[in-house]
C-alpha cells in the first residue's frame, strides 16, 4: 500500500469482525512498529498482547467505567452531530467501551520510564515530550495494521487504571502504560478521507500564525 494512501486513511476502527488476527499478521505489525524513531535510540516500548476472554472482560469494564465517567463529566469530540444529537465519534466511541472484551486483539502499550527522554519534565506543565518516544512506534504499528487490511483503534483511557493494569498484565513497576490498541479485521469499511483541519490552519511561516502559503 502506498505509504501516503495509508496516512490518509489510518482511522479510527471501532467495529470488528470476529475473525482471529495471526501470529504472522501481529509479527510484521511489530517488526514495523520498533522501527520508529526514539530518543537516544533506547528503545522504550514494550508491547502485551491481549487476547485472552477474561483478560479482555476485565479491561473492557476498567474502560466502561472510566469511559462513563468522561461522559458524566461532559467529555465531547469535535465533530459536527449525528443522527439524535449525538456525534458519530460518541456513538462509535461508545460502541467500542460497550464491545472491547469482543475485540480479537488488544494491544497495552507500555514504556520504560527511565528510558524516556523529558526535556520538558522542569517546566511549569504537564511534560508530554517523553511521548515522542512512543507514540511514532504506535502510529507505525497502525500504519502496518492498515497495510494489512486490520482495524485499529489507539485509545488511552485504560491508563487512568495504571495501577490495576499494571497488577493484571504482570507489568513491572518501572514500566507505565501508555496507550490501548484494539485490532481487528474491520466489520464496516475502512475510511477513504479523514476528517482535519486545513494545512492552512495548522502549519506557520517563520512565526506563529504567520500563513504558509500565499494561496
Ligand atoms: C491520544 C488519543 C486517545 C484516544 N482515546 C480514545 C478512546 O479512549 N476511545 C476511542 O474510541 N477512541 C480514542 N481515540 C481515537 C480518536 O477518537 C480518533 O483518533 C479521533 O476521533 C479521530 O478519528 P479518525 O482518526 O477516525 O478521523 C484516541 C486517539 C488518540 C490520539
Redo the contacts with the bound molecule.
Keep these: 500500500m502506498d505509504v501516503i494512501e495509508a496516512i490518509r486513511t489510518?482511522?479510527?476502527?471501532?467495529y470488528f469482525k470476529p475473525d482471529p488476527v495471526s501470529d504472522e499478521v501481529l509479527a510484521r505489525l511489530f517488526d514495523a512498529a520498533r522501527h520508529g524513531p526514539q530518543g537516544g535510540n533506547r528503545q522504550p516500548v514494550r508491547y502485551i498482547v491481549v487476547r485472552d476472554p477474561p483478560v479482555k472482560k476485565q479491561l473492557q469494564e476498567w474502560?466502561l467505567r472510566c469511559?462513563k465517567a468522561?461522559l458524566a463529566a461532559g467529555y465531547r469530540?469535535?465533530?459536527s452531530a449525528g443522527s439524535g444529537g449525538v456525534s458519530n465519534?460518541i456513538r462509535?466511541?461508545d460502541h467500542?467501551?460497550n464491545h472491547l472484551d469482543e475485540v480479537p486483539v488488544l494491544i497495552v502499550v507500555c514504556a520504560v520510564l527511565s528510558s524516556l527522554v523529558l526535556p520538558d519534565a522542569k517546566l511549569d506543565r504537564p511534560t508530554v515530550a517523553g511521548g515522542a518516544s512512543i507514540?511514532p512506534s504506535v502510529q507505525n504499528l497502525l500504519l502496518a495494521a492498515r497495510n494489512e487490511g486490520l482495524g485499529a483503534?489507539?485509545?488511552?483511557?485504560l491508563c487512568e487504571v495504571e495501577i490495576e493494569v499494571r497488577e493484571l498484565l504482570g507489568i513491572p513497576a518501572e514500566l507505565i502504560t501508555c496507550?490501548t490498541l484494539?485490532v481487528g479485521y474491520p466489520d464496516r469499511p475502512l475510511?477513504t478521507r479523514?476528517?482535519?483541519a486545513p494545512v492552512s490552519e495548522v502549519a506557520f511561516s517563520e512565526r506563529y500564525g504567520e500563513p504558509l502559503f500565499t494561496t
Excluded: K, N, Q
Excluded at 153 to 157: D, E, N, Q, S
Design positions: 489510518t482511522g479510527a476502527c471501532r474502560y469511559w468522561h469530540a469535535r465533530t465519534v462509535d466511541a467500542l467501551a507514540y483503534t489507539l485509545t488511552t483511557i496507550a484494539a475510511p479523514l476528517t482535519r
